[in-house]
């Protein structure tokens, strides 16, 4: 994935409707540009798109093999054992795309009954289209899915909480330091007043939550900050100071904190300009770990990682189980084995850039795959 193509001819509708609002009331944040592209009711990216697959824009790792979401529903039962099996355990997905890591899960789930029969599957999704594929895909589960549309919704209870390529959608807003001071990097017009693009703030701005490390910036250096990312992590911890529980996080980023511009947008398994077709390429950004790990360390929670997924799903078994789906394969399908193994797990491909992260109730101990930070 490295051709940058040209931006397409032509204004989408929701470039239409930003270029009006930016004309009669000034530019606007990369945050409210990014939610106004992935979630505006009409116009969103995940609200019309069919995003997914060979088809679609871009392939996640429970869409490559089941192995994904049999390795992480393994994960899911032991955490389970770890809280003591209990009775009854919320199971919630973020951003479950088209329901294939949660089928997966509880394909592995019906392996131990006691564990199928605790669950109360919830998924956490926006888009209306999305929930109708999750549905269908679910349908012949052996647990029924309620959906709910924000985490805050969820019941009380022990919970466990899965999100792969969640986080990256939460919306960022970066700074851009100068000779003495930081200014917002905004989306506003460009000189034909035609086209979107991206201006610095006139006035000067201390970055929304600053760490420490802010202090050795450069000018031309860029901080990036998700306030919605941190605001779920900081709900997800809440959670667990309440109820028993663990968070498995995976996605793309650093696992350190750093300066840069990470803003991305991926159309036709490509890189797209992120501001040359608003609503119709998928727009996300680098998860930052180091923040979602002090949000943990602020609320009484536990982190653990991040780590790469590739060293995540080799420590769960994703060798020996794709040892043992060979073991009933033909040679094409074996092929399609080794194929979908590299894909998740070499460093070249998705076993490095992705990551693994938990967020646990400080009652449980190191969970499986992962070192304590
Ligand atoms: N986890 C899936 C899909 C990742 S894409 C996979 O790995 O294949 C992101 C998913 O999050 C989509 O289902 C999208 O509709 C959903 N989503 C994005 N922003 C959201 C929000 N703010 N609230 C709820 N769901 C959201």
């Known amino acids: 994935m490295t051709e940058t193509p040209p931006p397409a001819d032509g204004e989408t509708p929701l470039e239409r409707r930003l270029i009006e609002l930016i004309r009669a009331s000034g530019p606007i944040s990369i945050a409210d540009y990014m939610a106004d592209c992935l979630g505006h009711p009409q116009h969103g ?9 060979a088809q ?33 355990v919320n ?3 973020l951003g479950p795309g088209r329901g294939v890591l949660m089928a997966d899960i509880l394909r ?20 209306g289209r999305l929930r109708f594929e999750q549905e269908r895909r679910l349908r012949d589960a052996p647990v029924k899915p309620a959906w709910l549309d924000d985490l805050s919704e969820a019941p009380e209870g022990p919970t466990l909480i899965v999100a792969n390529e969640f986080f990256d959608c939460m919306p960022i ?11 917002e990097r905004l989306v506003g017009l460009d000189r034909t007043g035609e086209r979107l693009a991206l201006m610095l703030s006139g006035v000067n701005t201390e970055p929304e939550d600053a760490p420490g490390w802010l202090e050795t910036a450069a000018p031309g250096d860029v901080y990036e900050t998700s306030r919605d990312a941190r605001e779920l992590a900081e709900l997800i911890c809440e959670i667990f100071a309440h109820d028993i529980g663990r968070a498995l996080i995976i996605d793309y980023g ?11 947008a991926v159309k036709a398994h490509a890189y797209w ?21 002090r949000v943990a ?77």
């Open 45 to 53: 990216y995940y609200m019309k798109q069919a995003p997914f697959g």
């Open 56 to 88: 679609g824009d871009f392939t996640t790792a429970p869409e490559v093999s089941q192995m994904f979401g049999e390795l992480i529903g393994a994960w899911l039962l032991d955490s389970w054992r770890a809280m003591g099996e209990p009775g009854r």
């Open 91 to 93: 199971l919630i997905e």
């Open 108 to 127: 592995t789930a019906k392996l131990r009954p006691a564990f199928l029969q605790a669950l109360q599957v919830h998924l956490v999704e926006t888009s």
């Open 173 to 183: 807003r970066q700074y851009e330091r100068g000779k003495a001071a930081w200014r």
């Open 254 to 264: 650093h696992a350190r904190s750093g300066f840069g511009d990470t803003l991305q």
């Open 273 to 293: 300009p992120p501001l040359a077709t608003p609503g119709e390429a998928d727009l996300t950004a680098h998860v930052d770990f180091g923040a979602l790990a």
């Open 297 to 373: 360390l602020d609320n009484g929670a536990s982190a653990f990682g991040p780590i790469p997924q590739g060293v995540f799903l080799r420590r769960l078994g994703l060798i020996e189980r794709a040892a043992q789906l060979k073991q009933a394969a033909d040679a094409e399908q074996a092929g399609n084995i080794d194929a979908a193994v590299r894909r998740l797990a070499s460093e070249d491909q998705m076993g490095t850039i992705f990551k693994a992260f938990c967020l646990s109730s400080p009652r449980l101990s190191i969970p499986p795959g992962f070192d304590r930070l």
